[in-house]
Structure formats: structure tokens, C-alpha cells
């Protein structure tokens, strides 16, 4: 096949193109030429606001960076006639669990695992708008319309092209521009002897994949028409606990500190985190599995092991979104 992909160059999108080319498929790279990672395929070079000038004929486009529903919209109307199909990267916060997580949806808990047909949240935008536009200083194909939920809907309700959607997790891996890893390490490589975490928060359970399973998924539903007109919750399984995932990612370092678990009101500010710890935000990833024959190529072991390796290689003095106070830590200790 001949495989459009947009947002090829970032975080995911090259392990996509690998993996497509890798198999034998035509692959070309839409992007604005910010960075240009060695890739066996055609860069095209432009904004996505140019797309309708694209005439590299193809039959699938990816699209990895949807942002908005006006952006699917003009997605649509960019390959409308031009492409048999477009695959999006969506993500699992399009489900009401993560309004109630958030705090944002009103009721009791969702039960999980969230499958496909789970409600969705009935509130659009989520994420507190401080949230957002740190999140935005990361990630700069994110506008401030971001949401997940008009953007499958545009993509789905087109009719043509045909739509395929991938709901994505918390994806982690090396070069993970949101540094997922860097509280634990940050603190492993200071030599803490202690971590904190917040109790109310330990035994919660969230997705994640690595982001080479992500890619996997991506290139496989792009190529295998069983995947027209449908929808799939992707991640690694089994969910951890965030205590158990940061215990996996500080064995890894070759940490030999202990964690403390303290309530809220012990904790210092910069570590409490807000929203409902009561709703586990745990997805169903079956569909996938049995509909496309998906299977992860790696395993979180290694998967964990290969993304210390590299953030204790690259790792920063300190993270924006992962503020760091060691007086008020030490002061919490004692």
C-alpha cells in the first residue's frame, strides 16, 4: 500500500514509518521540516493547513497529531476522493472515566476495564486550562480546542474516506518528549533514599504502552482492511499500580531506596496529585487482539529497561511538569 503518514517525525510517528516500510509499503512523511529523523521513506514538506495541496496519491492516511475537531474536519476534506481510508491517533481520554478522574463528570465511578462501547464523557476539554498549555509548550501541534472525542466524530461520521480510530494510552519509551520516567529517576540519580508517594493515589491504575507496541498497533490496523469503520483501545496489559510502576521503573535504575507512601495532608504540595483516585482509568485491549491478530512485539520489562537507559543518558537537571522540592521532602520524612 501507499501510506501517507502526518506527525511521522515525533515521538511515535517514526517507529510507525519503520514499521510500515519495514514490511514492504510505500511510505511518505508530511511535516514542516522542525526535525527530520532518518527515515527510508518521501519527506513532503508543508503546514497541515496546506494538506489539500498534497498530491502524493495515497491509499491510507495516518494522521498522529489531531488536535480538534476543525482539524479532522479539514482533514476530511483534504482527502476526501484522494485516499480510501484515514487512520487517527485518538486516545482513551475520551472515555467518562477520565471526566470522572479528572473531576470534570459528575456520578460514582465507571466500572473497568473500559471497553470500546464504554460511555464517553458527555463534557468536552477535560484538562484545566494550566494543564493544557504546559502541555502545549511540549507538544505544539495541540490548539486550544484540543479534544479527542469531535475529532473521532468527525473522522467516523465522513463515510469517505473510511475512518479507523485508535484510542492510545499514557505512551512512554526513549524520547518521550513528556519525560514520564523523570521523577523517579531525577531522584534515583540524586541518590534519594526515599521516594514519596501519595498514598490516596498508590493502588490506582492508569494505560501505558511502549511507544514501539503503540507503533505496532498503528501500522497494523493501517494495512489490514478488517480494521475499516472500527475502533480499538491499544496498550500494554497488565495495567499497574502507579506504586508498582514506579517500583518497576527504580528497579530497573538499579535503585535500592524505598518508597514511603503518606496521605495527602503529609505530603508536600508539589507531589499531591488532584482528581478521583476512586476511578481507575484500565482498558480493554481484546478487540485488537482477536479482530487484528495484535500482539505486543515487546515486553514492559524491556520496554522499561530500554526507556531508563536512555532518560538516565539524557536526563535534565529539572522538568517543568515534574517540579522537584527536596527541602519540603526531607521536612515531610522527618
Keep these: 500500500m501507499r501510506v501517507l503518514v502526518i506527525g511521522g517525525t515525533g515521538f511515535i510517528g517514526p517507529h510507525v514509518v519503520r514499521a510500515l516500510a519495514e514490511a514492504g509499503h510505500e ?7 522542525r ?15 496546506e494538506l489539500s495541496n498534497v498530491r502524493w496519491k495515497a491509499d491510507v492516511v495516518i494522521d498522529l497529531i489531531l488536535s480538534s475537531g476543525r482539524q479532522a474536519e479539514a482533514l476530511v476534506h483534504a482527502f476526501r476522493g484522494k485516499a480510501n481510508r484515514l487512520v487517527i491517533a485518538s486516545s482513551c481520554d475520551v472515555y467518562c472515566a477520565c471526566g470522572v478522574l479528572h473531576g470534570s463528570e459528575p456520578g460514582p465511578p465507571e466500572s473497568v476495564p473500559l471497553t470500546e462501547e464504554s460511555p464517553q464523557r458527555t463534557k468536552l476539554q477535560t484538562y484545566p486550562p494550566e494543564q493544557l498549555q504546559a502541555v502545549r509548550q511540549i507538544y505544539p501541534w495541540v490548539d486550544e480546542d484540543y479534544d479527542k472525542i469531535p475529532v473521532e466524530r468527525a473522522v467516523m461520521a465522513a463515510g469517505e474516506p473510511a475512518g479507523t480510530v485508535l484510542r492510545l494510552p499514557m505512551v512512554y519509551g526513549p524520547g518521550d518528549p513528556l519525560r514520564r520516567f523523570f521523577p523517579i529517576l531525577r531522584r534515583v540519580a540524586d541518590r534519594r533514599t526515599h521516594i514519596l508517594i501519595q498514598e490516596e493515589w498508590a493502588d490506582w491504575k492508569g494505560p501505558r504502552g511502549y511507544v514501539e507496541n503503540v507503533a505496532h498497533a498503528i501500522a497494523l490496523a493501517a494495512v489490514d482492511d478488517r480494521a475499516i469503520n472500527r ?26 531506596g524505598s518508597f514511603l507512601r503518606l496521605p495527602q495532608d503529609r505530603l508536600p504540595k508539589h507531589l499531591m496529585q488532584r482528581g478521583n483516585a476512586a476511578q481507575p482509568w484500565v482498558i480493554d485491549t481484546s478487540r485488537i487482539e482477536r479482530e487484528l491478530g ?36 526531607d521536612a515531610a520524612l522527618r
Design 294 to 329: 495484535y500482539r505486543a512485539p515487546v515486553t514492559t520489562a524491556l520496554g522499561v529497561r530500554r526507556t531508563v537507559e536512555w532518560d538516565l543518558a539524557n536526563l535534565p537537571a529539572s522538568f517543568p511538569i515534574h517540579p522537584i522540592d527536596y527541602i519540603a521532602e
Design 35 to 49: 526535525s527530520s529523523p532518518a527515515l527510508p521513506v518521501e519527506h513532503l514538506l508543508g503546514d497541515r493547513v
Design 231 to 256: 475502533i480499538y483501545n491499544v496498550g500494554d496489559q497488565p495495567s499497574f499500580t502507579e506504586f508498582e510502576w514506579a517500583r518497576t521503573i527504580a528497579h530497573a535504575a538499579g535503585w535500592n
Design 27 to 33: 511510505v511518505a512523511v508530511f511535516h514542516r521540516g
